[in-house]
């Protein structure tokens, strides 16, 4: 299960596509942290619910089109661990 996430992880960010995970159980989030998945993925993209991931992404999205309306570049997203 592990390296599958993984390896989705890798694959998605090769085309510069945010992996984010939501509602994982008390389980399944130790098995991510233990598996170093939250470290890779970072801890700012997992949400406790579909609606906070979408909000979040949605945010995200709108000060990046804003950076780009201003001729700016946009920093680098940065890891929360």
């Given at each position: 299960?592990?390296?599958?996430?993984?390896?989705?992880y890798?694959?998605?960010s090769s085309?510069?596509?945010?992996?984010c995970?939501?509602?994982p159980n008390i389980t399944v989030m130790q098995k991510l942290?233990?598996?170093?998945?939250?470290k890779l993925i970072g801890e700012k993209y997992m949400f406790v619910s579909t609606y906070d991931a979408v909000q979040a992404c949605l945010h995200e999205l709108e000060e990046a089109?804003?950076?780009e309306g201003a001729d700016v570049e946009?920093?680098?997203v940065?890891?929360?661990m």
């Open positions: 299960y592990l390296l599958a996430c993984r390896d989705l890798e694959d998605y085309r510069d596509v945010q992996l995970l939501c509602n942290v233990d598996g170093g998945l939250v089109e804003l950076l946009a920093p680098a940065e890891e929360a």
